[in-house]
């Protein structure tokens, strides 16, 4: 893809998929077309079993200004509908998520950020939800997902006012779960991602459904831990001080 045009790349290197948002005419803002193609490309990846880990990012300095307002007009498009679309699509994601922040994380770029499983920033990193700016009523399930972040006294201040926050302060109230020194961002996240892909994906997908409230699916995962005898590879591997070699996967 042509890095000026506005578009999603993806690279997947040692079990770990990165997602990179990039507009960089208008500082990753997303496109119609990029809130559209989101879905289908996780879904892709999902369903690749060299991926383990997804990271979601943005090209540059910038991680999201949001959606492209120019998009807003378009009559053939409903960009709400596409952008919960894309979030659903991100939040539902089997693995672990990680959004790696960096600049501006505003508008559709912080309701992304929200659906990913954890969020590491970099000091300087600036967020904010805006739809009181444009009179848009945000979606009841970001708004949902925004309030179990932070909790309903930050998740009010940020949809009434529109105001950007700082990293100190996102941190604070569980926007984001990291905020590492400039410079030390990709060193952080690249060695928590090969942590997180060495891990057992069964133990990630059962904890990433139980936290979001399922309960009736013990015996479920009880039964797959059985079966693909990892409780047994990860005592081993422990009583004989080596890497475990889990074997169940999320993949086909």
Known sequence: ??????????????????????????????????????????????????????????????????????SLRDPAHDPQALAVAAEEALAAFPGPTLAVIRGYCVGGGSQLAAACDLRFAEEGASFGVTPAKLGIVYAASST?????????????????????????????????????????LDKRVDAYVATLAARSQLTQAAAKEFATGREDRDAYWAEQARRSGDTAEGVAAFLERRAPRFTWTTGP
Do not use: Q, Y
Request: glycine share 10%; aromatic share 2%.
């Open 1 to 70: 893809m042509d890095r000026t045009e506005p578009g999603l790349e993806h690279t997947v290197v040692d079990g770990v998929a990165t997602v990179v948002i990039s507009n960089p005419a208008k500082r990753n803002a997303m496109t119609a077309a990029m809130w559209g193609a989101l879905p289908g490309l996780l879904e892709r990846l999902a369903g690749d079993p060299a991926v383990r880990v997804l990271v979601l990012t943005g090209a540059g300095n910038t991680f999201c200004a949001g959606a492209d307002i120019s």
């Open 144 to 184: 949902r997902r925004l309030v179990a972040l932070t909790g309903p006294a930050t998740a009010k201040h940020l949809l009434f006012s529109g105001e950007l926050i700082d990293t100190a302060r996102a941190l604070r109230t569980g926007l984001v779960d990291e905020v590492l020194p400039t410079g030390e």
